[in-house]
């Protein structure tokens, strides 16, 4: 189930769960804008019988570059810090396990790249709130089980952004008042 991902410092810091309990490495290390120091599991709650792996950084992270975590397969939960402005194309895609993705609730997020989340097989909410000014083609292109989506109204197609994904199995579809930039 749904574990909150919070810390102190978390603008250093990236935070996930994996389906096995083991660490996620990303696939290009180098698309952060600043080096990783340290990729830990960490043991939460009273039994310790659960964990969170958190990814921290030598500075604050500010975008989720190209190809990051893609087709990282035990990646089921990832936390979208506050100070994360873009996510780049193909940054999730063939996360085949991903089923949850937490934006925060100040969230600076302006732009998600072509393809981001494409291919998630198991994702089935996307709830991204209304500063966003660019959502990429095809970047919910193939989500199979997604059912709900909220998005902010943009100039870009439902359908350039979500694909097939858009008529086979949605049941919500909210649209937020938004930038209408892209």
């Known amino acids: 189930d749904y574990i909150p991902l919070v810390a102190s410092d978390v603008n250093k810091r990236i935070f996930y769960n994996s389906h096995d309990g083991q660490l996620v490495v990303p696939y290009n290390e180098n698309a952060f804008g600043a080096k990783i120091v340290s990729n830990t599991m960490v043991r939460i709650g009273e039994q310790y019988s659960t964990s969170m792996g958190v990814i921290t950084f030598d500075k604050d ?48 997020l302006t732009e998600i790249g072509d393809y981001a989340f494409a291919k998630c097989n198991s994702l089935s909410n996307i709830n991204i709130e209304s500063n966003i000014n660019s959502i990429g083609e095809g970047a919910f292109e193939d989500c199979s089980k997604l059912k709900s989506i909220s998005i902010p109204l943009l100039k870009r197609p439902l359908k350039e952004i979500f694909g097939e994904s858009l008529t086979k199995n949605i049941s919500t579809l909210t649209i937020n008042s938004g930038n209408l930039t892209n």
């Not at 992270?61 to 035990?74: E, H």
């Not at 089923?99 to 609730?105: K, L, Q």
């Open 61 to 108: 992270v500010t975008k989720i570059g190209n190809d990051a975590f893609n087709n990282c397969d035990n990646l089921v939960q990832i936390s979208i810090n506050d100070c994360i402005e873009k996510i780049g194309e193909y940054a999730f895609a063939n996360c085949d396990m991903l089923y949850f993705i937490e934006f925060g609730s100040k969230s600076r």
